[in-house]
């Protein structure tokens, strides 16, 4: 299913949470990045009025539905999908890190709340190895220096999957902007689901 846009086309391209989590562990077994969203009514709204938006939206690789509308709106085409929220993906996608032996990394919210999200899916997910947890300083900008300097950071450490919860546009397009620094590695923006595993 694909949305049009002016110079862009958004696709849907990961029909069920079947195909995504086949998808990331081909990736991840054959050392390929990938940036992964998860589009919404909001994101339709933003990516109709933000060419910026469109544009990073564009460079995801792997995009599902999250939302009942786009589910909707995917029937009325005749090429429909299933729900794949970014909140419920992060427990599946974290289990498929720790089988394919790939160190993981939370990034966005607090301090406190990526404590106790780490601190969840180490509890849920054994041998799951959380290579970095990382806050960052609120007016953060996601293709600036300080990102260029946290996503080197993150290749050093090993990560091979960034969980990141800074919600729209941010999550996107420090995903896009990972993909071009650091093309092995993949991306999953998540929006609140580590604040929801932490309970917050």
């Keep these: 299913m694909e949305f ?33 969203a998860t589009i919404n009514l909001d994101h339709l709204v933003k990516l109709a009025r933000d060419p910026g938006f ?6 995801q690789d792997l995009v599902c ?38 160190p993981v990394a939370l990034m966005g919210s607090t301090d406190e709340a990526l404590a106790a999200a780490a601190a969840v899916l180490q509890e849920r997910v054994g041998g799951l190895r959380i290579a970095a947890c990382i806050a960052p300083p609120m007016g953060f900008d996601p293709t600036g220096p300080e990102a260029r300097r946290i996503l080197l950071d993150l290749q050093a450490s090993g990560t091979r999957l960034t969980f990141i919860a800074l919600g729209a546009p941010k999550q996107e397009a420090f995903a896009a902007f990972g993909r071009e620094v650091t093309p092995g590695m993949g991306f999953a923006s998540i929006g609140a689901g580590l604040d929801f595993l932490a309970g917050r």
């Design 4 to 36: 049009a846009f002016p110079h862009e086309r958004i696709a849907v391209n990961m029909a069920d949470t079947g195909a995504l989590l086949s998808a990331v562990r081909q990736r991840l077994r054959d050392g390929q990045g990938f940036a992964l």
């Design 54 to 59: 469109r544009r990073v939206y564009a460079a």
């Design 65 to 102: 539905a999250d939302g009942n509308p786009i589910v909707w709106l995917s029937k009325l085409a005749r090429k429909p999908v299933s729900l794949v929220p970014g909140s419920d993906m992060v427990l599946p996608l974290a289990n498929l890190a720790a089988r394919e032996q790939a």
